[in-house]
Nanobody, 120 residues
Framework: QVQLVESGGGLVQPGGSLRLSCGASGSILSIYDMAWYRQAPGKQRELVATITSGGSTNYADSVKGRFTISRDNAKNTVYLQMNSLKPEDTAVYYC??????????????WGQGTQVTVSS
């Protein structure tokens, strides 16, 4: 129903910047709460940032002040602007969309991920 595709990952130097994009097809994203997760090899997946359908944002402490999540509903896209990147930011980044209709009915979609490597 909702297909998410991440893009924008790559290799960057420490202190550099990168913007990830998550484009959706099959539905519109405006009604969904969106999030970026990341997972490094051998590590558990962690929540990086969230943005609600109303535009409210939250960030993990580790990225607060450096990352910015945003959405462009007209383009059916959510972004993650990453500045002042650190080697510990290296991970596969995943886009997530959620829409809870009621307590027992929730739509939850994931992209396939995009690799971000921060290294000199």
């Amino acid at each position: 129903q909702v297909q998410l595709v991440e893009s924008g990952g790559g290799l960057v130097q420490p202190g550099g910047s990168l913007r990830l994009s998550c484009g959706a097809s099959g539905s519109i994203l405006s009604i969904y709460d969106m999030a970026w997760y990341r997972q490094a090899p051998g590590k558990q997946r962690e929540l990086v940032a969230t943005i609600t359908s109303g535009g409210s944002t939250n960030y993990a402490d580790s990225v607060k002040g450096r990352f910015t999540i945003s959405r462009d509903n007209a383009k059916n896209t959510v972004y993650l602007q990453m500045n002042s990147l650190k080697p510990e930011d290296t991970a596969v980044y995943y886009c997530n969309a959620r829409y809870k209709v009621r307590l027992t009915l929730e739509y939850d979609y994931w992209g396939q991920g995009t690799q971000v490597t921060v290294s000199s």
